[in-house]
Nanobody, 118 residues
Framework: QVQLVESGGGLVQPGGSLRLSCAASGSVFSIIYMGWYRQAPGKQRELVATITNDGSTAYADSVKGRFTISRDNAKMTMYLQMNSLKPEDTAVYYC????????????WGQGTQVTVPS
């Protein structure tokens, strides 16, 4: 099993910054990638950014140039640096991890709220 614990959410004014963290523990091997998703009220969960084991990253168009995903393998922690935050970034942010053990297994954190008032 894998446990994911997010932290770092909060209330920030437009244009401000936040850094989210996701600490992974348990059976953290055979990882395909880790990523951040978000879900705003009344909307579907959407992909924000992903990072693979070799450090390759990918971002949603809406956050390119503002958000940076990174990973500290020694600490088994993933980060999301969010700059130039906008009201439309308001959502619950979830940490996601996928690993391959015969089949693909997927894990989610409990989520952390990010609020950017308009």
């Amino acid at each position: 099993q894998v446990q994911l614990v997010e932290s770092g959410g909060g209330l920030v004014q437009p244009g401000g910054s936040l850094r989210l963290s996701c600490a992974a523990s348990g059976s953290v091997f055979s990882i395909i990638y880790m990523g951040w998703y978000r879900q705003a009220p009344g909307k579907q969960r959407e992909l924000v950014a992903t990072i693979t084991n070799d450090g390759s990253t990918a971002y949603a168009d809406s956050v390119k140039g503002r958000f940076t995903i990174s990973r500290d393998n020694a600490k088994m922690t993933m980060y999301l640096q969010m700059n130039s935050l906008k009201p439309e970034d308001t959502a619950v942010y979830y940490c996601n991890l996928r690993r391959r053990v015969y089949s693909i297994l997927e894990y989610w954190g409990q989520g952390t709220q990010v609020t950017v008032p308009s």
